[in-house]
């Protein structure tokens, strides 16, 4: 099976980019990455009480879709993921202190909950490929 970046369709209004799934070539047989699954259903959570049509990129929204797109571009295709990995912690605690030196509570919670997802499973470059 491989890893695709898909859109998955939420109530015929709203379409989620940039998922990513595991995808069988032989049977076509497709799920969502078990990793992402918490981050998918918290968000269509948020989405349940809004009937209108929207358009979502999943990669602003979870961590580990954002490294899958940055892994897979040309520009980093060659960098270890650990190091993507490493580089992106290292920047949202910055921002985390940032936030926290602002006063911004709404930005910091959602520091931390980007933070989590990435510690949340331990990830290696193996996982990913």
Sequence with gaps: MAIRM???IF?????IGNVP???C????????????KPVLAELIG????????????????????RLLIRASSTE???DPVELMIDERI?????????????GDEAWRDDIR??????????ISAHDLT
């Design 90 to 102: 290292n920047e949202l605690l910055d921002l985390l202190l940032l936030s926290q030196s602002l």
């Design 6 to 8: 898909r859109t998955v």
């Design 21 to 23: 799934v595991f995808s």
């Design 46 to 65: 948020t989405l349940r009480d809004n009937p209108e049509k929207l358009q979502i990129r999943f990669d602003e929204v979870c961590e580990l879709a």
């Design 113 to 122: 909950s980007r933070l989590a997802q990435l510690t949340a499973t331990a």
């Design 76 to 78: 980093h295709q060659n």
């Design 11 to 15: 109530q015929n209004i709203v379409e």
């Design 25 to 36: 070539e032989s049977c076509g047989h497709s799920e969502v990455l078990p990793a992402v």
